[in-house]
C-alpha cells in the first residue's frame, strides 16, 4: 500500500543543473534549491576542467607557457596571448615593433568578433533558437580562416612572441579581412537584427530578466560586457590604453538597463566598434619587423607586475612575481568570467529556472576559462 | 590631487605616524627597493610604484591584521577587487597574498596590496564580508596554499576535487 505524498507549501528541494547539461556551455554545475519553479538558491560548483595552469607556469621557462594560454579561454585565445606577452615584456623590457602591435590589435579584434558570433549562436540556442547559430558560424568561419592563415590554427592559438608576433601577415589576408568587414556590415542588419534582436520572442524572453545593479558589479568585480550592461564605462582598451587602442578611434558601448537585454546589446554593438579598430588599423599598418631581438632564455628583474587586456569576457588580468629566475616564480591569472559568474548565486535567488538559464547564457561563461 | 594622491593619502591614515614618517624620508630608497627586488622585507606602508613598469600605481604592504582596514577604505573608495593571489617564499619560511585592486574610472588607480604570513600559521582575516567578490578569491587561495581566511563564511575546496588533501601551489608539494 502507497502512501499518498503531501508536498508542504514550503517545502524546497534540490535540483542539479549540469554538470552535463547544454546549457552550462561545458561543465558546470549549479546546485540549485528550488521552491517549485522557482530558485530559492543557487550555488555554482567549479572545478570540472581544473588543469592547474598556474602550477604549470612555475615549472617551465616564460615561452613555454604561451601554448597554455590559448587553452584557457578558447573563444577569445589571442587575447589570452596578447596579456600574458604584455606582461612578460613589461617585467622583461622588451620592445615590440609597431607593426607587430598592430598586427596584435588586428588579430585580437578579429577573434573577438568570432567570440561575440559563438556567444551570440550559443546563447540563442539556449533559448531554443537554432536558425541563428547556422548564421553566426557561416560567418564566424570566415575569421577562422582568415586566422588559420597566418596562425597557424584555427582555435587555440599560440600566434603571439615576446617582443612581436609568430608570423607576418600578407595581402590576401588583407583583403580578406577587407572582405569580411564589407561581409558582415551587410548581414548585421537584415539577419542579426531583423531576424533575432527585434523579435519579440526574444525580447519577451531577455527584457527585464536578470538585473544586476552597477554596486553589484563593483562589489563582486564584474568587468566586461557584464558590467558595461549596467551602466558602467569601463573598457580596459580606454581606461588603461595598451598597445596600440590609443592611436584608434572606437566608441566603448554602455547600456543603462542592467538586464540580459542591455548585455546583449553591448556585446552585438561591440561587434561594429571592433569591425572599425581592424578597418583603422589596416589603414594604419606601417612597415616594418615584426620581431624584435629578444634573448632565448628571459631572466626578468624580481619584482611584482600586472597587466590588464580587455578579453570578449572582460578584463583579464595577469599578476607575475618574479625572483630572477628563468620560469616565473608565481602567474595568477585573474580570468574575466570568474568574477562575472560569482554574483550568478546572488542574482539568480527568486527567479524562475527558465529565466535563469537565459541569464546564465548572458553571462557568456567559458568554463575552462573559470576553472584554468 | 588625482586619483592616486587622495587613495595614497586615504591609505597612510591607518599606518601609524612615526611609521609614516620613516617612510617618508626613506621614499626614494623604497622605490629603488620596489624597482630591485622583490622587497618583502621592506617596511609596512604605502608607496608608489611606476605604473608603465609594474602595472600599479600604488603598493601597500600592511600586516595580515590590516587587510580588512584597507578593504574597507578602498571599498569606501570605490575600488573594485581584481583578483586574490598567493606567493610561496619557501627560503623565507612564508606565504604571501596580494590583493589586486582597480576602479572603473578613467582617472586609473591600480592598487596592490600585500601581508606576509608565517608559513607554519597561514591565517590572515577574511575581507569577504566587506568585499563579497572576495569569497571565490579567497576560496581559491585557501584551495591552492591552504591559507586560512579567518571568519569566511564558507573557507571550502572551489575549483580542486573536495576530498582533496594537497596544496599544489605550494613550492614543496610534489605530486
Given at each position: 500500500m502507497t502512501l499518498p505524498v503531501e508536498l508542504r507549501h514550503d517545502e524546497t528541494f534540490v535540483l542539479n543543473l549540469g554538470p552535463q547539461h547544454p546549457a552550462t556551455h561545458g561543465v558546470l554545475r549549479v546546485k540549485l534549491t528550488m521552491d517549485g519553479e522557482y530558485i530559492v538558491k543557487a550555488e555554482p560548483v567549479l572545478?570540472?576542467?581544473?588543469?592547474?595552469?598556474?602550477?604549470?607556469?612555475?615549472?617551465?621557462?616564460?615561452?613555454?607557457?604561451?601554448?597554455?594560454?590559448?587553452?584557457?579561454?578558447?573563444?577569445?585565445?589571442?587575447?589570452?596571448?596578447?596579456?600574458?606577452?604584455l606582461?612578460?615584456?613589461?617585467?622583461?623590457?622588451?620592445?615590440?615593433?609597431?607593426?607587430?602591435?598592430?598586427?596584435r590589435v588586428i588579430t585580437v579584434e578579429l577573434n573577438r568578433i568570432a567570440s561575440h558570433l559563438l556567444w551570440w549562436a550559443a546563447f540563442?540556442?539556449?533559448?531554443?533558437?537554432?536558425?541563428?547559430?547556422?548564421?553566426?558560424?557561416?560567418?564566424?568561419?570566415?575569421?577562422?580562416?582568415?586566422?588559420?592563415?597566418?596562425?597557424?590554427?584555427?582555435?587555440?592559438?599560440?600566434?603571439?612572441?615576446?617582443?612581436?608576433?609568430?608570423?607576418?601577415?600578407?595581402?590576401?589576408?588583407?583583403?580578406?579581412?577587407?572582405?569580411?568587414?564589407?561581409?558582415?556590415?551587410?548581414?548585421?542588419?537584415?539577419?542579426?537584427?531583423?531576424?533575432?534582436?527585434?523579435?519579440?520572442?526574444?525580447?519577451?524572453?531577455?527584457?527585464?530578466?536578470?538585473?544586476?545593479?552597477?554596486?553589484q558589479c563593483r562589489k563582486y568585480g564584474a568587468t566586461g560586457p557584464v558590467a558595461r550592461g549596467s551602466g558602467i564605462d569601463y573598457d580596459v582598451r580606454k581606461n588603461e590604453p595598451f598597445s596600440v587602442y590609443p592611436e584608434l578611434d572606437f566608441d566603448v558601448p554602455v547600456y543603462d538597463e542592467c538586464d540580459s537585454m542591455a548585455r546583449y546589446m553591448v556585446r552585438m554593438d561591440e561587434m561594429e566598434q571592433s569591425l572599425r579598430i581592424i578597418e583603422q588599423a589596416l589603414d594604419k599598418l606601417p612597415d616594418g619587423p615584426v620581431q624584435a631581438k629578444v634573448p632565448k632564455i628571459l631572466k626578468p628583474e624580481a619584482g611584482y607586475y600586472y597587466s590588464a587586456v580587455e578579453t570578449a569576457r572582460g578584463s583579464l588580468g595577469h599578476r607575475l612575481v618574479s625572483d630572477g629566475g628563468k620560469n616565473p616564480y608565481k602567474l595568477k591569472l585573474r580570468s574575466p568570467t570568474f568574477s562575472n559568474l560569482s554574483l550568478f548565486g546572488e542574482v539568480a535567488e527568486g527567479m524562475l529556472l527558465a529565466d535563469a538559464?537565459?541569464?546564465?547564457?548572458?553571462l557568456d561563461l567559458v568554463i575552462p576559462e573559470i576553472d584554468r | 590631487m588625482n586619483r592616486v594622491e587622495q587613495t595614497k593619502a586615504a591609505?597612510?591614515?591607518?599606518?601609524?605616524?612615526?611609521e609614516q614618517e620613516q617612510n617618508e624620508s626613506t621614499q626614494v630608497a623604497a622605490e629603488e627597493a620596489v624597482e630591485n627586488e622583490p622587497s618583502i622585507e621592506r617596511q609596512t606602508g604605502v608607496i608608489t610604484t611606476p605604473f608603465e613598469k609594474h602595472g600599479s600605481h600604488l603598493d601597500v604592504l600592511c600586516e595580515p591584521s590590516q587587510v580588512v582596514d584597507i578593504a574597507v577604505i578602498l571599498d569606501e573608495n570605490d575600488f573594485f577587487l581584481e583578483s586574490i593571489a598567493?606567493?610561496?617564499?619557501?627560503?623565507?619560511?612564508?606565504?604571501?597574498?596580494?590583493?589586486?585592486?582597480?576602479?572603473?574610472?578613467?582617472?586609473?588607480?591600480?592598487?596592490?596590496?600585500?601581508?606576509?604570513?608565517?608559513?607554519?600559521?597561514?591565517?590572515?582575516p577574511t575581507i569577504s564580508l566587506v568585499i563579497p567578490g572576495a569569497n571565490w578569491h579567497e576560496r581559491e587561495t585557501f584551495d591552492f596554499y591552504g591559507i586560512i581566511f579567518e571568519g569566511h563564511p564558507d573557507l571550502t575546496r572551489i575549483l580542486l576535487p573536495e576530498d582533496a588533501d594537497f596544496f599544489p601551489l605550494l613550492k614543496d608539494y610534489m605530486p
Open positions: 572545478g570540472y576542467v581544473h588543469r592547474m595552469h598556474e602550477k604549470l607556469a612555475e615549472v617551465a621557462p616564460y615561452a613555454q607557457f604561451m601554448p597554455n594560454t590559448a587553452r584557457m579561454d578558447y573563444l577569445h585565445a589571442l587575447a589570452f596571448n596578447h596579456g600574458y606577452a606582461v612578460v615584456e613589461k617585467a622583461a623590457g622588451i620592445e615590440v615593433p609597431e607593426r607587430a602591435e598592430y598586427i540563442l540556442l539556449d533559448l531554443g533558437g537554432f536558425t541563428p547559430l547556422l548564421y553566426a558560424f557561416d560567418d564566424r568561419e570566415h575569421v577562422i580562416d582568415l586566422l588559420e592563415r597566418i596562425t597557424g590554427s584555427r582555435l587555440t592559438y599560440c600566434y603571439m612572441r615576446f617582443g612581436g608576433v609568430y608570423n607576418d601577415i600578407d595581402d590576401e589576408f588583407i583583403t580578406g579581412t577587407r572582405d569580411f568587414i564589407k561581409r558582415l556590415r551587410s548581414r548585421m542588419p537584415s539577419l542579426y537584427h531583423d531576424l533575432v534582436t527585434h523579435n519579440i520572442i526574444l525580447i519577451k524572453r531577455i527584457k527585464d530578466i536578470g538585473f544586476i545593479s552597477a554596486e538559464l537565459a541569464f546564465m547564457g548572458s | 591609505l597612510e591614515a591607518i599606518f601609524p605616524v612615526e598567493g606567493v610561496d617564499w619557501l627560503k623565507k619560511e612564508q606565504l604571501e597574498i596580494v590583493y589586486d585592486y582597480a576602479r572603473y574610472d578613467h582617472d586609473q588607480c591600480r592598487v596592490t596590496v600585500r601581508a606576509s604570513v608565517p608559513r607554519s600559521k597561514p591565517v590572515v
